[in-house]
């Protein structure tokens, strides 16, 4: 192919991967690409560069249906070993959030522990309560249910993939619990959760190629965007490089948790705070243009983060400056007030890599083809936050 | 270097004499005290680790401790790592002030070395898979 091309299309792109000719690498290995070729080389030879992150994501959960029992049950109210899921839904379909706590062992064990039992083929004890009517007469149901049985059973997560995060400390004189885990009092520890220069969308942090439609690794099988994530806040401050400095992009995903494994959805109990689910996503970026191979070949020191306050228990936590991902990585950060404090991460790294490397064996193999998204994540949508007290206009 | 997590109970009448003060002095062991509750004119508790050259100094200290009516009890815990629950994700590290828990800055796996635990147990809360638990021997 001619290398002064300067656009290339999903068509192209995806007619390269079929052909089994295509050029993917890691968002990893796409730097040191570009550090020795060029961009124009990188343009001219890439493909596709496959991001990825495994990180907790909160907000997570799944839609099963049960399939009709017989006499028939309209669930009004169910439990899964004893965590409830949303039933206000048609007779026999339920949303499972990843975060509900087990009535009887408390964080222990949640929704994302039920998941994780469905994926590992284990039997799940399935109890539901109704108040019956003439076409549902029957008002309780007490079996046993596993992935197999279930029709239709998929993740949908309303907000994950963050793009980018802040950095967690704790300027008070007592230990808190945070869903960054625990913090130790003045300072004694910080914590951070972005893959960095892995995360899917700090190496498209304007979304050009991410979008409603876009295919995706999830969790171990292929799934993809269904639309922008909740708190989706695409107006956050961004450093020279287009990088936003703290939370601001996320997706809502889609996937048949049939085809998921556990090694990349797990559970995880976060220390007097709560259930939350680390869940896998990858997302192959075309290299369209110019503009496509520069974005992917961001690096830790270009992204910036910045460091909040966790102690006080507010809103609108006080920050303390930024540091950026180099210096997270290295294993201790120095804050403004001098403190030296030592760094930890909350997603794994290791994991991320993994899945980056597993997508671009999936494109490689021409079994995974790129989406064009159907739309763009929204670049402007306005953050908002609660509140209270407001009457209401009758 | 030895070391031992022991759990001493004073009566109340040795509470007032400075047992710890001349374990340290005369028998040259380190000691790292996590739980202490001691009142006068009441049974005192006391958990810590002791930490000495070799088994013999850890031996000798136990029985100067013996000799002063203390009641000595072994507490033969260490930190356990289940591989397969972990994900590598590093939180632990950030926790652990020994150098127990480190992530290899190559692979991003974590490297535990069970020589420099301390026991403090801070690494038990931040893993958030139960990878790490306290096992006892
Ligand atoms: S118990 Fe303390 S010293 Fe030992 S590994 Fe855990 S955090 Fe580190
Ligand atoms: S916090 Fe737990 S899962 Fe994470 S690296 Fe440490 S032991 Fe592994």
């Known amino acids: ?394 | 270097m030895c070391k031992k997590r022991l759990k001493l109970v004073f009566g109340p009448e040795i509470v007032g004499k400075p047992v710890t003060y001349n374990l340290i002095k005369k028998y040259d062991v380190i000691i790292n005290v996590f739980q202490a509750r001691v009142l006068p004119d009441e049974e005192g508790h006391m958990v810590l680790d002791i930490r000495g050259k070799n088994e013999e100094s850890i031996k000798k200290s136990i029985k100067y401790l013996q000799s002063e009516g203390v009641m000595v009890d072994f507490l033969e815990k260490s930190i356990s790592y289940n591989q397969d629950r972990c994900i590598n994700c590093g939180a632990c590290t950030g926790v652990c002030r020994s150098g127990a828990l480190l992530m290899d800055q190559e692979s991003w796996e974590l490297i535990v070395d069970q020589d420099k635990c301390l026991l403090c147990e801070m690494c038990l809360s931040a893993c958030s898979m139960k990878a790490l638990s306290l096992e006892l021997g």
Request: glycine share 10%; with cysteine; hydrophobic share 35%.
């Open chain 1, 1 to 394: 192919m001619s290398g002064k091309k300067t656009e290339k299309s999903y068509a192209e792109i995806n007619q390269r991967i079929k052909k089994g000719e295509a050029l993917v690498l890691t968002a990893e290995e796409m730097i040191d690409f570009v550090d020795e070729n060029g961009e124009d080389k990188a343009l001219a030879e890439v493909d596709v560069v496959t991001t990825a992150t495994f990180g907790a994501m909160c907000s997570s959960g799944a839609f099963l249906n049960f399939g009709h029992c017989d006499p028939p049950i309209r669930m009004g109210r169910v439990w899964l070993n004893d965590v409830m899921a949303y039933a206000g839904l048609a007779a026999v379909d339920v949303y499972l959030g990843a975060t509900e706590e087990s009535e009887i062992k408390g964080l222990e064990y949640g929704g994302a522990h039920v998941i994780e039992e469905l994926l590992a083929g284990r039997k799940v004890h399935l109890r539901a309560t109704s108040k019956g009517t003439d076409s549902y007469p029957r008002k309780e149901l007490d079996t046993y249910i596993t992935l197999e049985d279930l029709n239709q059973a998929y993740l949908f997560n309303p907000r994950n993939c963050y793009q980018n995060y802040w950095v967690a400390v704790n300027s008070s004189d007592k230990m808190i619990y945070t869903y960054m885990g625990p913090l130790m009092a003045r300072f004694g520890n910080a914590s951070y959760s972005s893959a960095g220069q892995l995360s899917p969308l700090l190496n498209d942090p304007y979304y050009k190629t991410i979008g409603i439609g876009s295919r995706i690794f999830l969790g171990g099988a292929q799934g993809y965007i269904a639309w922008e994530g909740t708190q989706h806040n695409p107006v956050r401050e961004r450093n020279q490089k287009g990088i936003p400095v703290g939370g601001a992009g996320t997706m809502a995903v889609i996937g048949d948790l049939k085809e998921m494994s556990t090694e990349y959805v797990r559970p995880a109990s976060i220390e007097k705070y709560g259930v939350s689910m680390y869940v896998g996503i990858g997302v192959p970026i075309p290299i369209l243009n110019k503009e496509m191979v520069r974005y992917t070949a961001v690096r830790d020191r270009d992204i910036d983060v910045t460091i909040v306050d966790y102690s006080g228990g507010v809103r609108d936590n006080p920050t303390l400056g930024q540091v950026n991902y180099e210096q997270l990585r290295s294993g201790t950060i120095v804050l403004e007030n001098g403190r030296e404090v030592p760094t930890a991460p909350l997603s794994s790294y290791n994991k991320a890599r993994k899945i980056a490397l597993e997508l671009k064996k999936w494109i490689n193999n021409g079994e995974f083809l790129l989406e064009k998204p159907v739309e763009n994540l929204s670049t402007n949508s306005q953050f908002k936050i609660l509140k209270e007290g407001a009457v209401p206009n009758v």
